[in-house]
């Protein structure tokens, strides 16, 4: 009977043992994590218009939403009105002064040009007669006095001829060109900030979620829907650091699902620098070492997998070639 009992007794542990090896998974527990980009606004504004719902399908540069843009036209519309005022203010200082000012001034000489011719032949007329000692010498001062008063007349309106045909000041022209052209930005900026109302998907791939609606407020920087693009899935799984050798950055492993024959192949990007304690989570259960390394391998763009999904993971296995 001991003979029997301990025939028994070993037995049983070979059967225990064997178990507990078969319980051992071939290769590494895993899951299936997405990259979301999460689309939002710049500024706040209520959408009027929606292009999208969950699980549709878009292309790169395709619209999602649009939001209102009244504040966005009449700021632009007054950045246009700026620039025709800061255009016209710099070409009249560069081109001098309009040509009905200088025909003005034109006319202002031949006045003052007679004036002065009447005051020559007064001058000389008082001149004679008081060589003749006809009129008196205060007479014919006054007749000088009038005369070089009327030839300063004529200089000082040449002058101002002259003037008016000329340009401003070269600082005055540039300080007026750079306001000219400071004003041109503020449109360009204007209507950009009018293009970013309308939210576009800058890449490729699946609306996973819409968190505001047509009628609905977003706030400035608020996601308004997740797009889960074409290349966003990678799966995560943690390695013993007495196998991380084995993955490198660049290895290509099989991503095998539940329930499907063949597995999929996905390429390490990434390898922890610093281990970690194993994770209380069921994808690691198995694991008996203390101490593992995250590995993330990047899925290809037909991966008919879902983000969560749990995964098997194992090296591929070499090639012969």
């Not at 319980?23 to 009027?48: C, H, K, Q, R, T």
């Amino acid at each position: 009977m001991p003979l029997l009992k301990l025939l028994c007794v070993v037995t049983a542990l070979i059967l225990l043992l064997g178990c507990d090896a078969s319980s051992e998974p071939d290769g590494f527990n895993g899951y299936v994590e997405a990259e979301y980009l999460y689309i939002s606004a710049l500024e706040a504004g209520w959408i009027v218009s929606s292009a999208v719902q969950e699980g549709d399908v878009v292309d790169k540069g395709q619209v999602l939403l649009q939001l209102d843009k009244d504040r966005q036209i009449f700021d632009l519309n007054e950045a246009v009105t700026r620039v025709a005022q800061a255009e016209a203010q710099y070409r009249d200082l560069a081109t001098g002064a309009r040509p009905d000012e200088i025909t003005r001034l034109n006319a202002q000489r031949k006045e003052a040009v007679a004036a002065r011719a009447l005051a020559d032949v007064e001058k000389r007329r008082l001149s004679a007669l008081q060589s003749k000692g006809v009129t008196a010498q205060s007479s014919v001062d006054q007749a000088v006095a009038e005369f070089n008063a009327a030839d300063a007349r004529v200089d000082s309106i040449d002058a101002g001829i002259r003037l008016a045909k000329l340009a401003s000041r070269e600082n005055t022209v540039s300080a007026s060109k750079a306001a000219f052209e400071s004003a041109q930005v503020g449109v360009d900026r204007a209507q950009w900030r009018l293009e970013q109302r309308t939210l576009y998907a800058r890449r490729a791939g699946r609306v996973e979620q819409v968190y505001f609606r047509e009628g609905e407020q977003l706030a400035a920087g608020t996601p308004a829907l997740a797009l889960l693009p074409d290349d966003a899935l990678k799966v995560r799984f943690f390695v013993p650091q007495s196998e991380l050798s084995a993955f490198p950055a660049g290895t290509s492993v099989n991503v095998k699902q539940d329930g499907i024959v063949e597995p999929e192949a996905a390429l390490v990007t990434y390898v922890a620098s610093e281990p970690e304690y194993t994770p209380p989570v069921i994808y690691s259960i198995a694991s008996r070492q203390k101490l593992v390394f995250l590995v993330e391998a990047r899925l290809a763009k037909t991966s008919n997998l879902h983000p969560g999904q749990p995964v098997d993971i194992s090296l591929q296995a070499a090639s012969n070639d």
